[in-house]
């Protein structure tokens, strides 16, 4: 079975100041692995995604996300956060073709970001 | 792009009621879903299907049906309303089933049920 953690239910930063929001994830085999970000009262958009190749994946409006396999982590950073930022991220993850068949994904809670002015 | 359309944005429903939430994609994806979302609970699977007429549970089917007689659209059916099903509900598509493209989501239904 898939799973993902967000162990924060809430993140505040300063603007300007680095973000870095966090998520653990299980998987029986080589994970598919999403960010995705929600404003209220709207639906989820894709902020990036990581399949295969570099660790570190460059997604919308200046995020990034390292993927650690040995930490089984996929956190979504941001070198200077925005006020704009502010909203609710999730995390998510599928198993991948090597071993599963699931076409789902399964989701993190969500982690609230607050960038403060 | 992908265009998922979710017909309501918000819906309010009588306990009791049979209540229809629509999903219309315009990309001919093999893979539908449907997702509700509640605070602190993230985003939980109800139903999906993979092809016309062909249909998989998810986490949390119960109270809950679904319909697709035709590729583009994937119908969310809840038999009989109940105040817990209160919730957001988000429709997503995936194009096949190893796509690298990931998910697309439409912009939800905020259905209450009073």
């Known amino acids: 079975a898939q799973s993902v953690a967000q162990p924060e239910d809430q993140v505040n930063v300063a603007e300007g100041n680095p973000l870095t929001v966090k998520c653990t994830y299980s998987?029986?085999?080589?994970?598919?692995l999403f960010w995705y970000v929600q404003y209220p009262n709207r639906g989820l958009q894709f902020l990036l995604k990581?399949?295969?190749?570099?660790?570190l994946v460059k997604g919308s409006y200046g995020f990034e996300a390292e993927f650690n396999k040995s930490q089984t982590s996929f956190h979504l950073k941001k070198p200077s956060a925005l006020v704009s930022d502010s909203a609710l991220y999730f995390c998510?993850?599928?198993?991948?073709?090597?071993?599963?068949?699931?076409?789902?994904?399964?989701f993190g809670s969500g982690t609230q970001l607050t960038v403060l002015p | 792009d992908v265009k998922v359309t979710q017909s309501s944005r918000y819906l309010v429903k009588r306990t009791g009621e049979k209540v229809f939430l629509e999903c219309v994609q315009d990309m001919d994806h093999e893979n539908m879903f449907w997702y509700r979302q509640d605070p602190g609970l993230g985003l939980r699977l109800i139903y999906f299907s993979y092809d016309v007429k062909m249909k998989e549970k998810g986490d949390i089917p119960e109270g809950y049906s679904v319909s697709r007689e035709k590729k583009e659209r994937f119908s969310l059916i809840l038999e009989s309303a109940s105040t817990n099903q209160t919730s957001m509900y988000l429709c997503?598509?995936?194009?096949?089933?190893?796509?690298?493209?990931?998910?697309?989501f439409g912009s939800g239904t905020r259905l209450t049920v009073v």
């Open positions: 998510a993850v599928r198993d991948g073709p090597s071993s599963g068949s699931a076409r789902q994904l399964t």
């Open positions: 998987v029986s085999g080589n994970p598919y």
């Open positions: 997503a598509t995936l194009a096949y089933k190893w796509s690298n493209y990931g998910y697309t």
């Open positions: 990581y399949i295969t190749g570099d660790n």
